[in-house]
Nanobody
């Protein structure tokens, strides 16, 4: 069983930055692909980024490429989402997800473990 806890959300002005963290329990963190998803009010949860178990490969949604970076520190059982040049349309609850597979995936249904989410609000 893997438990995920996100942190780092908050209120920021447009153009600002935030770094989200997701701390995972368990001893085999490096075997898990990790992902970030977000859900705005009234919208479906959407893919933001994913990273494979060893951190050697990442994939980001087109809407955040060039602004967001996903990384992980397997020694700390933590995955990060660095968000720069934030826009009001980035406002959403951000969720960390873990999957019992090695390569990353943009598909929500591939992930079996989810955090509770952290709110990011970007003001204009």
């Amino acid at each position: 069983q893997v438990q995920l806890v996100e942190s780092g959300g908050g209120l920021v002005q447009a153009g600002g930055s935030l770094r989200l963290s997701c701390a995972a329990s368990g001893r085999t963190f490096s075997r898990y692909a990790m992902g970030w998803f977000r859900q705005a009010p009234g919208k479906e949860r959407e893919f933001v980024g994913t990273i494979r178990g060893n951190g050697g490969s990442t994939l980001l949604a087109d809407s955040v490429k060039g602004r967001f970076t996903i990384s992980r520190d397997n020694a700390k059982n933590t995955v990060y989402l660095q968000m720069n040049s934030l826009k009001p349309e980035d406002t959403a609850a951000y969720y960390c997800a873990g999957g019992n597979f090695y390569s990353g995936s943009p598909h929500l249904t591939d992930y079996g473990y989810w955090g509770q989410g952290t709110q990011v609000t970007v003001s204009s």
